[in-house]
């Protein structure tokens, strides 16, 4: 065989395997189509096969009021939904965890049949039914089930959850009352279990129509609802405006002594107005009123151990006194403010101390039985003097109490009906009654005041009324007392005028004991003077109910060459119808007048407060008018205590005895 007969076997192989190939996908493509076609056959058949069955059945998934009903018939959803009537039992739900159970036979219920049913299976695409795999229809057919009103009605009217003798109503949240520690808070309101019958039946007819199982009347919104609640913002602004003053703290101090004003009582004195709280100004001015009462000394009586070791009871202007209407004014600013506070209250005079004894250890001791006086200086005695007061026969009896020293003066003149007498030191305390040296006398104490005293003041040795003058301020306590059993039937011999060879601030013992006939004083260890005991008891207010209110006292200068000392505290009209004070302006009664010495007598116009001549100031009081008046000015009248006092009683025509 040739090469290319060799070469041409090859080839032909190859052409007839390729052939053979072809026919064979050919014949396995034309069996794919056959069973392609037979498929779709199949899945059409399938497909219109499964389509007939929804021809009176409903659709994949539809529902029909809640009701899965697919392929079921319309007979056979009549018959459900006609079994689920007659076993119906509606379970609510009640707060608190209860329960009650109503039946379809207890409310009439029954089915009701309009054709719907069938209406849905006849207007519906059976041939759709692959739309609806995933999701069919859903259709709500309210006249499928109906019941009996007036038995539901009266269903529900039965229920125990409907009794109104054990439901409970709301309770609206309120503020409380004052709670000690707290003040005031928000009671939360109460929900109660009372309910809407209203809206318990249509919460019912719902679930009836729905054939649903459960109803739950709290979700639902039948119970009855408290009006106010806790986040109510008016209620939160009532609690806080009431706390802002409840919740202050005030503590008074008087002394070792403490006040403490809370809630407990600032409480009682808040008033509401159109949703606005204030405080009641009248509670508030009787709390200072109560404090008054009990802290103020002034016009009270005390006990005091004199220095004869005995104890009398006293009473004057002397002593603390609260400026109720200024003290009033400030305890509201302070509540108004919303804060805690330590305070002192505003006083309209002030005395030496709060513990213990009000006058202190610094005061000056005026037996007017005895005629004799003490001058203790921080409970050291520094001075001891007979005196001579006011004329007895003639009616210028010198008043027991207790006073304050309202000024120091050098050089003035005293004036009263037909005399006028200079006087080196003028210390006034009661009106127009004071302390003065008196030129006139050689002798002091004793029985002298009877018949030949003064016109009611203290008549004192030259030395005496110097060293006093040395040491008093204004406002200074002085205790004037009677004590049966001092008297002392012999003066001593001591001069009004300055002696020579006494030195300045020398301690003068002029007239210092008492006649052998008068019992001694007690004499204090170490110089110190005896302490008077705590009153017994309190003192009643003076006549009336009312204190006596002191007028404010005016400091009177003593002119071109004198010097006035400064105020402290003067009082107004006291026990037995004392003067008010200097300074009174316009027409004044009297007689008595402090006027400035002569050009070449006066002193320089500040003074050191101890040494020669000198004179201390004293502390003014708060609140105290201090105004110059011109002594020259005052009248000159019958029965005046003094320079610019008023007269104001018949048994106390003081002012300085004139021999």
Same mark, same amino acid.
């Given at each position: 065989?040739?090469?290319?007969?060799?070469?041409?076997?090859?080839?032909?192989?190859?052409? #007839?395997?390729?052939?053979?190939?072809?026919?064979?996908?050919?014949?396995?493509?034309?069996?794919?189509?056959?069973?392609?076609?037979?498929?779709?056959?199949?899945?059409?058949?399938?497909?219109?096969?499964?389509?007939?069955?929804?021809?009176?059945?409903?659709?994949?998934?539809? !529902?029909?009021?809640?009701?899965?009903?697919?392929?079921?018939?319309?007979?056979?959803?009549?018959?459900?939904?006609?079994?689920?009537?007659?076993?119906?039992?509606?379970?609510?739900?009640?707060?608190?965890?209860?329960?009650?159970?109503?039946?379809?036979?207890?409310?009439? #219920?029954?089915?009701?049949?309009?054709?719907?049913?069938?209406?849905?299976?006849?207007?519906?695409?059976?041939?759709?039914?692959?739309?609806?795999?995933?999701?069919?229809?859903?259709?709500?057919?309210?006249?499928?089930?109906?019941?009996?009103?007036?038995?539901?009605?009266?269903?529900?009217?039965? #229920?125990?959850?409907?009794?109104?003798?054990?439901?409970?109503?709301?309770?609206?949240?309120?503020?409380?009352?004052?709670?000690?520690?707290?003040?005031?808070?928000?009671?939360?309101?109460?929900?109660?279990?009372?309910?809407?019958?209203?809206?318990?039946?249509?919460?019912?007819?719902?679930?009836?129509?729905?054939?649903?199982?459960?109803?739950?009347?709290?979700?639902?919104?039948?119970?009855?609802?408290?009006?106010?609640?806790?986040?109510?913002?008016?209620?939160?602004?009532?609690?806080? &405006?009431?706390?802002?003053?409840?919740?202050? !703290?005030?503590?008074?101090?008087?002394?070792?002594?403490?006040?403490?004003?809370?809630?407990?009582?600032?409480?009682?004195?808040?008033?509401?107005?159109?949703?606005?709280?204030?405080?009641?100004?009248?509670?508030?001015?009787?709390? !200072?009123?109560?404090?008054?009462?009990?802290?103020?000394?002034?016009? /009270?009586?005390?006990?005091?151990?004199?220095?004869?070791?005995?104890?009398?009871?006293?009473?004057?202007?002397?002593?603390?006194?609260?400026?109720?209407?200024?003290?009033?004014?400030?305890?509201?600013?302070?509540?108004? &403010?919303?804060?805690?506070?330590?305070?002192?209250?505003?006083?309209?005079?002030?005395?030496?101390?709060?513990?213990?004894?009000?006058?202190?250890?610094?005061?000056?001791?005026?037996?007017?039985?005895?005629?004799?006086?003490?001058?203790? /200086?921080?409970?050291?005695?520094?001075?001891?003097?007979?005196?001579?007061?006011?004329?007895?026969?003639?009616?210028?009896?010198?008043?027991?109490?207790?006073?304050?020293?309202?000024?120091?003066?050098?050089?003035?003149?005293?004036?009263?009906?037909?005399?006028?007498?200079?006087?080196?030191?003028?210390?006034?305390?009661?009106?127009?009654?004071?302390?003065?040296?008196?030129?006139?006398?050689?002798?002091?104490?004793?029985?002298?005041?009877?018949?030949?005293?003064?016109?009611?003041?203290?008549?004192?040795?030259?030395?005496?009324?110097?060293?006093?003058?040395?040491?008093?301020?204004?406002?200074?306590?002085?205790?004037?007392?009677? #004590?049966?059993?001092?008297?002392?039937?012999?003066?001593?011999?001591?001069?009004?005028?300055?002696?020579?060879?006494?030195?300045?601030?020398?301690?003068?013992?002029?007239?210092?004991?008492?006649?052998?006939?008068?019992? @001694?004083?007690?004499?204090? @260890?170490?110089?110190?003077?005896?302490?008077?005991?705590?009153?017994?008891?309190?003192?009643? !207010?003076?006549?009336?109910?009312?204190?006596?209110?002191?007028?404010?006292?005016?400091? @009177?200068?003593?002119?071109?060459?004198?010097?006035?000392?400064?105020?402290?505290?003067?009082?107004?009209?006291?026990?037995?119808?004392?003067?008010?004070?200097?300074?009174?302006?316009?027409?004044?009664?009297?007689?008595?007048?402090?006027?400035?010495?002569?050009?070449?007598?006066?002193?320089?116009?500040?003074?050191?407060?101890?040494?020669?001549?000198?004179?201390?100031?004293?502390?003014?009081?708060?609140?105290?008018?201090? &105004?110059?008046?011109?002594?020259?000015?005052?009248?000159?009248?019958?029965?005046?205590?003094?320079?610019?006092?008023?007269?104001?009683?018949?048994?106390?025509?003081?002012?300085?005895?004139?021999?």
């Amino acid at each position: 065989m040739s090469e290319n007969e060799k070469q041409r076997v090859p080839r032909s192989r190859s052409r #007839l395997a390729f052939q053979e190939r072809k026919q064979e996908q050919k014949k396995r493509a034309q069996a794919a189509a056959v069973i392609g076609l037979f498929a779709a056959a199949l899945c059409i058949g399938l497909y219109v096969y499964k389509a007939q069955g929804f021809s009176d059945t409903y659709l994949p998934h539809t !529902v029909v009021n809640g009701i899965e009903v697919s392929g079921k018939t319309a007979e056979e959803v009549k018959s459900l939904i006609g079994q689920g009537v007659k076993e119906y039992r509606l379970e609510l739900a009640l707060r608190g965890g209860e329960k009650e159970t109503l039946t379809g036979e207890e409310i009439g #219920l029954h089915t009701v049949f309009d054709g719907s049913l069938e209406e849905i299976i006849h207007q519906q695409n059976p041939y759709a039914w692959p739309r609806y795999l995933l999701k069919g229809p859903d259709y709500d057919i309210r006249t499928m089930i109906d019941y009996d009103g007036e038995m539901l009605r009266e269903r529900i009217k039965n #229920l125990s959850c409907m009794d109104g003798e054990t439901a409970v109503p709301p309770a609206d949240a309120y503020l409380s009352d004052y709670i000690q520690g707290q003040g005031y808070v928000i009671v939360p309101e109460e929900e109660g279990n009372t309910l809407n019958e209203g809206l318990v039946e249509q919460a019912v007819v719902r679930g009836v129509k729905d054939l649903s199982a459960t109803v739950d009347l709290e979700q639902e919104g039948c119970y009855l609802e408290p009006a106010v609640r806790s986040e109510d913002e008016g209620l939160r602004a009532a609690r806080d &405006a009431r706390n802002h003053y409840v919740n202050a !703290v005030i503590t008074y101090i008087f002394g070792s002594s403490r006040e403490v004003l809370d809630g407990s009582r600032i409480h009682q004195w808040l008033i509401t107005e159109g949703g606005q709280v204030s405080l009641d100004d009248s509670r508030i001015s009787e709390y !200072v009123k109560e404090l008054a009462a009990k802290y103020n000394t002034a016009y /009270k009586k005390r006990s005091f151990r004199t220095s004869y070791g005995q104890s009398v009871e006293v009473s004057g202007v002397y002593g603390w006194r609260i400026d109720q209407a200024e003290e009033a004014k400030a305890l509201k600013a302070a509540l108004e &403010a919303g804060e805690s506070s330590e305070r002192e209250p505003v006083y309209a005079q002030k005395a030496a101390s709060h513990d213990g004894n009000d006058y202190g250890t610094t005061y000056a001791e005026v037996n007017l039985t005895a005629q004799h006086l003490f001058f203790y /200086k921080d409970g050291e005695k520094i001075l001891e003097s007979d005196f001579v007061s006011g004329n007895v026969s003639r009616g210028h009896t010198t008043p027991p109490g207790l006073f304050s020293l309202t000024y120091k003066q050098r050089d003035a003149v005293l004036r009263g009906e037909g005399y006028a007498t200079p006087v080196k030191f003028w210390m006034p305390f009661n009106g127009g009654i004071g302390f003065h040296d008196a030129s006139w006398r050689s002798s002091f104490g004793g029985s002298i005041y009877k018949t030949s005293g003064s016109h009611g003041c203290i008549n004192m040795p030259y030395e005496a009324a110097k060293t006093l003058f040395e040491h008093v301020y204004a406002g200074m306590p002085v205790i004037c007392y009677n #004590l049966s059993g001092t008297e002392s039937g012999k003066a001593s011999q001591a001069s009004g005028k300055a002696s020579a060879g006494t030195g300045a601030g020398k301690t003068s013992q002029s007239g210092a004991q008492p006649a052998s006939s008068v019992p @001694q004083p007690a004499a204090p @260890q170490g110089g110190q003077a005896a302490q008077p005991t705590a009153p017994a008891a309190q003192p009643a !207010v003076p006549e009336g109910g009312q204190q006596v209110q002191p007028a404010a006292p005016v400091v @009177q200068p003593a002119g071109s060459g004198g010097q006035t000392g400064a105020l402290g505290t003067q009082p107004g009209a006291a026990e037995g119808g004392q003067a008010a004070g200097p300074g009174v302006t316009g027409a004044v009664q009297g007689s008595q007048q402090v006027e400035p010495a002569k050009p070449e007598e006066t002193q320089p116009s500040s003074q050191p407060s101890e040494g020669s001549g000198g004179q201390a100031s004293g502390v003014l009081t708060p609140g105290v008018t201090i &105004a110059p008046v011109d002594n020259s000015k005052a009248s000159n009248g019958p029965g005046s205590y003094g320079p610019a006092f008023q007269n104001s009683g018949p048994t106390e025509k003081a002012g300085p005895g004139v021999p």
